[in-house]
T-cell receptor, first 112, second 114 residues
Framework: GENVEQHPSTLSVQEGDSAVIKCTYS??????FPWYKQELGKRPQLIID?????GEKKDQRIAVTLNKTAKHFSLHITETQPEDSAVYFC???????????FGKGTLLTVNP | GAGVSQSPSNKVTEKGKDVELRCDPI?????LYWYRQRLGQGLEFLIY????????KSGLPSDRFSAERTGESVSTLTIQRTQQEDSAVYLC????????????FGEGSWLTVV
């Protein structure tokens, strides 16, 4: 089955700096790659996703890139703010009718 | 409803007792998922429903765990003879099951086995 590896497990940055979280996946048939943000004690919430027919997607300060050949995708957060502090999970799926397999998460801390 | 609803939000049970956790997905969502999240850990897949059938139940950790879904709506996750290692947040999620696979999570049911 699918295996998703996520790095780093913890990341500390200064406010205003950029943060990058990287994930690799094992199943070349995977074609959907979402990112979830989970604040302490809260549910995971989708922040951005990308499908295999595009290489990059941006939404304000957040961007995701996908390299299908290398089977890795990354989350980029620019101009980080303290409210960006949370655990971020990447995931991969073969699309509708298949489960999402999650990475183990990255604890991002943005220091003011 | 407006979002995925789960109950109870918190449950404390004695070791060896059975528990039932309920999930009410977003109206019209055909796909429903159960995940488990231990404290400070990642999201562990348990089971997936498409309609009332479960094409993937590969994540259920033992035969003490079972789930059902009726009316293509509400799902119940049952844990029999609970053990302390079952303590975790049980997250339900749903998706439209059509275009893509965007899933939306409920707030979770926090289970503590004492």
């Amino acid at each position: 089955g699918e295996n998703v590896e996520q790095h780093p497990s913890t990341l500390s940055v200064q406010e205003g700096d950029s943060a990058v979280i990287k994930c690799t996946y094992s199943d070349s048939a995977s074609n959907y790659f979402p990112w979830y943000k989970q604040e302490l004690g809260k549910r995971p919430q989708l922040i951005i996703d990308i499908r295999s027919n595009v290489g990059e997607k941006k939404d304000q300060r957040i961007a995701v890139t996908l390299n299908k050949t290398a089977k890795h995708f990354s989350l980029h957060i620019t101009e980080t703010q303290p409210e960006d502090s949370a655990v971020y999970f990447c995931a991969a799926s073969k699309g509708s009718n298949y489960k999402l397999t999650f990475g183990k998460g990255t604890l991002l801390t943005v220091n003011p | 409803g407006a979002g995925v609803s789960q109950s109870p939000s918190n449950k404390v049970t004695e070791k060896g007792k059975d528990v039932e956790l309920r999930c009410d997905p977003i109206s019209g969502h055909t796909a429903l998922y159960w995940y488990r999240q231990r404290l400070g850990q990642g999201l562990e897949f348990l089971i997936y429903f498409q309609g009332n059938s479960a094409p993937d139940k590969s994540g259920l950790p033992s035969d003490r765990f079972s789930a059902e879904r009726t009316g293509e709506s509400v799902s119940t996750l049952t844990i029999q003879r609970t053990q302390q290692e079952d303590s975790a947040v049980y997250l339900c999620a749903s998706s439209s099951g059509s275009s893509g696979n965007t899933i939306y999570f409920g707030e979770g049911s926090w289970l503590t086995v004492v």
